[in-house]
């Protein structure tokens, strides 16, 4: 069945310091894939998606790029600051199964002032 | 416009009791899906509805329920309620069941089960 794998946390990182979380896929069909972020007390919020084989998904200075070939869309920032804390969650949707959105267990960030 | 509504914020209930959570949608959204969020399985999908027809289920035991009124807003019920059970609801919404689009997600209801 569909899966997804995220790089287990927490990550620690200094403000300014490159960000990369990984995330990889297994599905049978063509998927569309999401990045979501949790902050503290909140509700999950969609971050950016890809749909497509090659697709570059970006928003907020965060980027992630569909790898069919690798099965992966890791997230990367080139430089984070504190507001970046939060637990953030790759995600898959296959339209040709059952679509539902399959989360990824989450990755929890800490960024340091 | 209003994002999804999810009451209440925070709920303690006993072992044995039932629970139910309610999630208003984005106006004009017809899909309502239901997670589970703990520390130690992450998110998982509990159910989906449109038009008031449950789609999809996940993986959890019958005490779980939902059902979704022609309004569009939906209700989740847990009966005999267990310590596990102890978790962020979370409820997303969306325009149509299957257009593979992202889901708008509640800020959940956090339940807690003494």
């Known amino acids: 069945g569909n899966s997804v794998t995220q790089m287990e946390g927490p990550v620690t990182l200094s403000e300014e310091a490159f960000l990369t979380i990984n995330c990889t896929y297994t599905?049978?069909?063509?998927?569309?894939l999401f990045w979501y972020v949790q902050y503290p007390g909140e509700g999950l919020q969609l971050l950016l998606k890809?749909?497509?084989?090659?697709d570059k998904g970006s928003n907020k200075g965060f980027e992630a790029t569909y790898r069919k070939e690798t099965t992966s869309f890791h997230l990367e920032k080139g430089s984070v600051q504190v507001s970046d804390s939060a637990v953030y969650f790759c995600a898959l949707s296959d339209l040709g199964r059952d679509d539902k959105i399959i989360f990824g267990k989450g990755t929890r960030l800490h960024i340091l002032p | 416009k209003a994002g999804v509504t999810q009451t209440p914020r925070y709920l303690i209930k006993t072992r044995g009791q039932q629970v139910t959570l309610s999630c208003s949608p984005i106006s004009g959204h017809r899909s309502v899906s239901w997670y589970q969020q703990t520390p130690g399985q992450g998110l998982q999908f509990l159910f989906e509805?449109?038009?008031?027809?449950?789609?999809n289920k996940g993986n959890f035991p019958g005490r779980f329920s939902g059902r979704q009124f022609s309004n569009s807003r939906s209700e989740m019920n847990v009966s005999t309620l267990e310590l596990g059970d102890s978790a962020l609801y979370l409820c997303?919404?969306?325009?149509?069941?299957?257009?593979?689009?992202?889901?708008?997600f509640g800020d959940g209801t956090r339940l807690s089960i003494l």
């Open positions: 599905a049978t069909g063509y998927p569309s």
């Open positions: 997303a919404s969306s325009l149509a069941a299957g257009d593979n689009q992202p889901q708008h």
């Open positions: 509805y449109f038009s008031e027809t449950q789609r």
């Open positions: 890809a749909t497509k084989a090659d």
